[in-house]
């Protein structure tokens, strides 16, 4: 197996992996390699539900959802995103995010695989949250060490949040799903939060995949968050994701461990 670091300055690219054979120590090799990297790109995978699922769970146990139009039946633990409404959920996430920060334990990693790919749009951007940190000005990290952001259906979560394995703090922010940072007024939140949305995608900063049959991204969504890109239903385009729940994630910690 082969980790080459991507040049934006986080995730990495695996090669030489098919994630339907991983042994044990491929699966801590991986997880060591998420935790470093944020996220992973495998390419050249072939998958069935049941063997997306098996792949999923290297990094822990599964959330499921609800039967809805477009879901894959019989497979609750996939989400389906798609151009077409007959395929999946669309028009999804158009907006700095992280799966799940609407949760109170909020979704560690998405896992995301690419059934039927575009011809044009509708591509994932990414952003390393914990860059996006560090490169504050320090009377800026300071202001917001002490902030917490609501979500729409009164969850709350610091606005820096610090990783539960590592400790490295991240800039924490679901732009479209926030109603307010907590003690701001509503103008003063949106400021806020347009201002984190720029330094988001400020110019080096996101890593843009466009997404080719079999390709697999795995993120740890507290240390990148993503933001889809348009795509029209002139184009078919089929992503299955399925997310890790924060009581059964597996960190990796230098010996193999299970699943729940």
Known sequence: MKITPLPIGF???????????????????????????????????????????????????????????????????????????EDGHVEVGRYWHSDGSFREDPTPISFWYSEVRSEEGG????????????ELQPEIQREFDGLSTAHRNGVVHPLVLRHPKTGVPALYLNIGLTAGVLGYSPDHSRALMDAVDRHYSRDGATYRHHWLPGDVVV???????????????????????????ADGVIWYDGGAQRAA
Request: proline residues 5%; charged residues 20%.
């Open 11 to 85: 995730g990495a690219e695996i090669d030489g992996v098919d994630l339907r054979q991983a042994d044990a120590g491929v699966a801590e090799l991986l997880r060591s390699t998420l935790l470093e990297y944020g996220m992973l790109v495998v390419r050249g995978q072939s998958f069935t539900p049941e063997q997306q699922l098996a792949a999923s769970r290297l990094f822990g146990s599964l959330e499921t959802f609800p039967t809805m139009r477009g879901q894959l039946q019989g497979w609750p633990e996939i989400f389906r995103v798609a151009s077409r409404p």
């Open 123 to 134: 591509d994932t951007l990414f952003t390393d949250l914990q860059r996006a940190y560090a």
């Open 219 to 245: 993120a740890d969504n507290l240390h990148v968050a993503h933001k889809a890109t348009p795509i029209t239903p002139a184009t078919r385009r089929i992503l299955n994701r399925t997310t890790v729940r």
